[in-house]
């Protein structure tokens, strides 16, 4: 097993190095797009940027512009305050997937791309990261990171109460704009070797996770990158070891984790329950 | 439409509206409202669900702006603190009732400073002041109704605000936990000098406590006496 990790490290270094850095962007982006409770973002931005890559890829425009330059378009149009008009923020959200899921696919089928690149497009694939990939990855994903953390202060704020945040001097429609376009950034960013699904697991499931397991913040945030790290590492792992494809198995490695947390909190709660009745009775 | 604290001389008046009109999808919900606040008066804004307590409360605040009219305060933003109806933030956020209260310390802090001396032991004082102590590491969604209430009115006074606008504060309160709560309001006002404006269903508990009701109807404002509206009921 030790000589499997040892070649692993040795034949995917990029693979790795990717993941662990998106794993981590998203898992912090991730824990306030759950207590926006705007998760469908994460699925949509993903498809955005599978379409914007998709174009890219017809038209000769390198996938990152392509992405980055539709999921913008998209973010300037979720960063407006839908919650005082009629259509709803996720209605909104709704039509932009569908629209760019169909089309991504009708312009790789006309591209003249086989399946495997529509399937490359839609899923990504993590261990075929090559040194361009990361450097992007890097250059990207690095900065948006210490951006989030270094303004988490008025983020928080902004998402936790919008109007008390707006008569103490907080510009809320800047605060939000730059969140989503941090989302955007790293969705365009690692959407290529990532893929729409494991974007969507890393923004969400890791998330959940820590929500499920701590009750402060940093922890909540602690858990969900801990938590993003050990599914891709552990993912890649059993992908490399089983020869099956590696996003899919950080999906599920992710999904196993939280379905852990679940558990370990079901028994933790019976025991305190089956303590207090044990006192009472006494 | 002025006002003048019981009996002396007028205070400064730190709040004027003049004919101020608010629509919200092209239905007026003020219409056509004057009113002068002076300077550490305790003012309710009374009358019944709907009619634009909350609306010129958030005009007040600048959260809204005016069709029309306009409202002038020689007061920095900074200088007011807001508590809002305790619905305003969702249980699901993993913040302590601390984390609550140090949100209204912002305006100090920014977005990296770290908290000094000072300022701990005035967020540390309003929390015994309100009770909140033993509540500070719980999260705001593990706090009962009147709980959640107090917290946002300690984040209200952190930041030592010379008005106060609070919108149905005592709503999810026991009525003991209630009459405490007006209790402290009211004597922030009279002995401290804090101007509070406080929007309220209730005509009852609120009559007693100020000289002069703001009554609020179908969008419109008058000013009445509490004394005269001893034993009446607002419609």
């Given at each position: 097993m030790t000589d499997d990790f040892r070649t692993l490290f040795t034949l995917f270094p990029h693979a790795l190095a990717a993941g662990v850095v998106i794993s981590t962007t998203c898992a912090a982006l991730g824990v306030f797009t759950i207590l926006k409770r705007v998760v469908f973002v994460g699925i949509t931005l993903s498809e955005v940027a599978a379409c914007g890559i998709a174009l890219g890829m017809a038209y000769h425009v390198k996938p990152f512009v392509g992405a980055f330059s539709l999921t913008l378009l998209a973010v300037i149009l979720l960063s407006?305050?839908?919650?005082?008009?009629?259509?709803p923020r996720d209605a909104v959200l709704g039509v932009i997937f569908v629209f760019t899921s169909a089309l991504a696919v009708l312009v790789v089928s006309k591209s003249g791309f086989g399946l495997h690149e529509v399937k490359a497009l839609i899923y990504?694939?993590?261990?075929?990261?090559s040194n361009e990939d990361l450097n992007l990855i890097l250059w990207v994903l690095v900065p948006v990171l210490f951006y989030f953390l270094a303004f988490i202060r008025p983020t928080l704020y902004t998402f936790l109460d919008r109007e008390y945040a707006k008569t103490i001097g907080i510009r809320v429609a800047r605060w939000e704009l730059m969140y989503f376009f941090a989302l955007g950034l790293t969705v365009s960013a690692a959407s290529?070797?990532?893929g729409a699904i494991l974007i969507f697991c890393y923004l969400v499931v890791n998330p959940a996770t820590g929500l499920l397991l701590a009750r402060r913040l940093k922890w909540v945030m602690l858990i969900s990158v801990l938590g993003g790290l050990f599914s891709t590492i552990a993912g890649i792992f059993w992908s490399f070891r089983a020869d099956i494809p590696t996003n899919q198995a950080i999906s599920i490695m992710a999904c196993f984790f939280l379905l852990s947390a679940l558990a370990a909190r079901f028994v933790h709660r019976l025991a305190a329950n089956l303590k207090r009745r044990r006192k009472e009775t006494l | 439409m002025s006002m003048e604290m019981g009996g002396g001389a007028p205070n400064r008046s730190i709040i004027a509206i003049d004919h101020l009109f608010v629509s919200y999808d092209k239905a007026d919900?003020?219409?056509?409202v004057s009113l002068e606040i002076p300077e550490g008066v305790f003012l309710p804004l009374v009358g019944?669900?709907?009619?634009?307590k909350t609306t010129l409360l958030r005009a007040i605040l600048g959260l809204i702006k005016p069709r029309k009219g306009k409202i002038e305060t020689a007061?920095?933003?900074?200088?007011f603190g807001y508590v809002p109806q305790?619905?305003?933030?969702?249980?699901?956020?993993?913040?302590?009732t601390r984390q609550i209260l140090l949100m209204g310390l912002y305006p100090k802090t920014g977005p990296w400073r770290r908290l000094g001396n000072f300022e701990k032991e005035r967020v540390h004082g309003v929390m015994e002041d309100l009770q909140l102590t033993e509540h500070a590491d719980k999260t705001f969604g593990e706090l009962s109704g009147g709980t959640k209430q107090k917290a946002l009115i300690g984040r209200a006074l952190v930041s030592d605000p010379q008005v106060l606008v609070l919108d149905e504060?005592?709503?999810?309160?026991?009525e003991k936990s209630g009459r405490e709560v007006l209790g402290r309001l009211l004597n922030l006002s009279k002995n401290h000098g804090k101007t509070v404006l406080i929007a309220h269903h209730g005509v009852e508990t609120v009559k007693h406590l100020a000289t002069r009701l703001c009554l609020v109807k179908h969008g419109t404002v008058l000013l009445v006496d509490a004394e005269g509206m001893l034993g009446e009921q607002i419609p």
């Amino acid at each position: 097993m030790t000589d499997d990790f040892r070649t692993l490290f040795t034949l995917f270094p990029h693979a790795l190095a990717a993941g662990v850095v998106i794993s981590t962007t998203c898992a912090a982006l991730g824990v306030f797009t759950i207590l926006k409770r705007v998760v469908f973002v994460g699925i949509t931005l993903s498809e955005v940027a599978a379409c914007g890559i998709a174009l890219g890829m017809a038209y000769h425009v390198k996938p990152f512009v392509g992405a980055f330059s539709l999921t913008l378009l998209a973010v300037i149009l979720l960063s407006f305050p839908f919650e005082s008009h009629r259509i709803p923020r996720d209605a909104v959200l709704g039509v932009i997937f569908v629209f760019t899921s169909a089309l991504a696919v009708l312009v790789v089928s006309k591209s003249g791309f086989g399946l495997h690149e529509v399937k490359a497009l839609i899923y990504g694939d993590l261990i075929l990261t090559s040194n361009e990939d990361l450097n992007l990855i890097l250059w990207v994903l690095v900065p948006v990171l210490f951006y989030f953390l270094a303004f988490i202060r008025p983020t928080l704020y902004t998402f936790l109460d919008r109007e008390y945040a707006k008569t103490i001097g907080i510009r809320v429609a800047r605060w939000e704009l730059m969140y989503f376009f941090a989302l955007g950034l790293t969705v365009s960013a690692a959407s290529k070797v990532a893929g729409a699904i494991l974007i969507f697991c890393y923004l969400v499931v890791n998330p959940a996770t820590g929500l499920l397991l701590a009750r402060r913040l940093k922890w909540v945030m602690l858990i969900s990158v801990l938590g993003g790290l050990f599914s891709t590492i552990a993912g890649i792992f059993w992908s490399f070891r089983a020869d099956i494809p590696t996003n899919q198995a950080i999906s599920i490695m992710a999904c196993f984790f939280l379905l852990s947390a679940l558990a370990a909190r079901f028994v933790h709660r019976l025991a305190a329950n089956l303590k207090r009745r044990r006192k009472e009775t006494l | 439409m002025s006002m003048e604290m019981g009996g002396g001389a007028p205070n400064r008046s730190i709040i004027a509206i003049d004919h101020l009109f608010v629509s919200y999808d092209k239905a007026d919900i003020l219409h056509d409202v004057s009113l002068e606040i002076p300077e550490g008066v305790f003012l309710p804004l009374v009358g019944p669900n709907g009619s634009g307590k909350t609306t010129l409360l958030r005009a007040i605040l600048g959260l809204i702006k005016p069709r029309k009219g306009k409202i002038e305060t020689a007061l920095e933003r900074s200088e007011f603190g807001y508590v809002p109806q305790n619905r305003a933030i969702d249980p699901l956020y993993p913040v302590t009732t601390r984390q609550i209260l140090l949100m209204g310390l912002y305006p100090k802090t920014g977005p990296w400073r770290r908290l000094g001396n000072f300022e701990k032991e005035r967020v540390h004082g309003v929390m015994e002041d309100l009770q909140l102590t033993e509540h500070a590491d719980k999260t705001f969604g593990e706090l009962s109704g009147g709980t959640k209430q107090k917290a946002l009115i300690g984040r209200a006074l952190v930041s030592d605000p010379q008005v106060l606008v609070l919108d149905e504060p005592t709503s999810d309160l026991d009525e003991k936990s209630g009459r405490e709560v007006l209790g402290r309001l009211l004597n922030l006002s009279k002995n401290h000098g804090k101007t509070v404006l406080i929007a309220h269903h209730g005509v009852e508990t609120v009559k007693h406590l100020a000289t002069r009701l703001c009554l609020v109807k179908h969008g419109t404002v008058l000013l009445v006496d509490a004394e005269g509206m001893l034993g009446e009921q607002i419609p």
